[in-house]
């Protein structure tokens, strides 16, 4: 019998770790985590059982986002080491029988970046500008903003340049949008994917998977920002000018060639915040090949919403015909379970959000039972190892 990580489909069994390499392990004693740390945890990773590492983003940032606000997708940040010390990580990861697989923020890049950088030159109408979500504003001099967005992260969701153009950010101001209408932001990610496919990476987690297409047209920006606002993620009729748009799909056909270049094939697995009718689309052997069920991660602890979430998740893989679900319970976008299981228990539909408060207000508003959290947790794990998929 084959073993799993020998298996060109090792990801729809696998039990993957989120590293995130600045807090992992400081192998130098620089008070920072550093990929040679990871490299020196394999072992101590491979007796958890791990099949695959997920490293969140190790590149050059101004760390405005956790370092989701990149500045070159194709290096390492030399704070955390080189290349040298990637393929050196590759290589002992996969001599320990685990699979490597790196994020990819395509949504947006940092204000620091190449292109971004070159669009600020460039001005106007110019071909770089066209990489980027650029716009007039509105006002007599145009000094107000496009539309009255409002940023994920607080604030408008635009930002004026010297030249009095504004671009859209649906994340930090760091964080320009790009415009996948534009063939040269293909280029870029199709090289990014077959520059790390050829270091040994073996998978991609896609971040803002849902929200790369994007759609302007039909009504002025004034209006749909009336219409739609940027928080309503979530979306049953594919309208939204923002997120889970029918063309979304094209990018993924094109990526899944350049997957397919590689033997084994490469797969990705999205960061799609969807309703769970549409995960399957993403998850389709013609796209990316696996997304994450979020619905397990925001389920509260009662039987019915574990049970809602799971059934959930294997309707979406069934449709799929091929792919399998990821159950997330933990990761960087979501208070961690030892905590959630910890608070006051409230409906399902508030729970969620109780837990950020929790966070934001210091555990001033609820007090957190973290030994319950902690049993709750282990046996939460262990419910989600019992599933197929992989977690």
Do not use: C
């Amino acid at each position: 019998m084959t073993a799993n990580n020998e298996r060109a489909d090792w990801w729809k069994q696998a039990v993957v770790y989120q590293v995130y390499p600045r807090s992992f392990k400081d192998a130098n004693g620089d008070g920072l985590g550093d990929i040679a740390g990871i490299t020196s945890k394999i072992g101590y990773l491979k007796d958890l059982g791990v099949d695959a590492l997920w490293l969140s983003p190790f590149y050059p940032s101004e760390l405005a986002d956790g370092g989701y606000d990149v500045i070159d997708y194709r290096n390492v940040d030399p704070r955390l080491g080189t290349m040298d010390d990637f393929d050196a990580m590759v290589d002992a990861a996969h001599g320990a029988g685990m699979k490597v697989m790196v994020d990819i923020v395509p949504n947006h890049t940092s204000d620091r970046h190449a292109m971004f950088q070159e669009a600020l030159r460039a001005g106007r109408g110019s071909a770089a500008r066209d990489r980027y979500i650029f716009r007039e504003g509105r006002g007599e001099h145009g000094e107000l903003p496009p539309n009255d967005w409002l940023s994920l992260f607080g604030g408008s969701a635009w930002e004026r340049v010297d030249d009095g153009q504004w671009y859209l950010h649906i994340f930090a101001v760091q964080q320009p949008d790009l415009n996948w209408r534009n063939p040269e932001v293909h280029e870029e990610f199709n090289a990014t994917f077959r520059f790390w496919s050829d270091h040994g990476t073996d998978g991609f987690r896609i971040d803002v998977a849902h929200g790369l297409a994007k759609d302007f047209h039909g009504a002025s920006l004034e209006e749909l920002g009336r219409r739609y606002p940027v928080h309503q993620v979530m979306n049953h009729d594919g309208m939204h000018p923002l997120w889970d748009r029918d063309e979304v799909h094209e990018i993924y056909h094109e990526w899944r060639k350049v997957f397919n270049e590689y033997q084994p094939p490469r797969f990705a697995v999205g960061e799609a915040w969807v309703v769970p009718e549409h995960q399957y689309r993403y998850a389709s052997q013609d796209e990316l090949g696996q997304v994450f069920n979020f619905e397990f991660a925001k389920a509260d602890w009662t039987a019915d919403a574990f049970r809602t979430a799971i059934e959930e998740g294997l309707e979406s893989a069934q449709e799929t015909h091929g792919s399998t679900t990821t159950w997330v319970m933990n990761n960087h976008d979501v208070p961690r379970s030892a905590s959630r299981y910890g608070l006051p228990q409230v409906a399902a539909a508030n729970y969620h959000q109780l837990a950020k408060d929790w966070i934001l207000r210091d555990g001033t508003t609820y007090t957190e039972d973290r030994d319950l959290g902690e049993r709750r947790a282990r046996a939460a794990i262990l419910m989600e190892a019992g599933l197929p998929g992989s977690m």
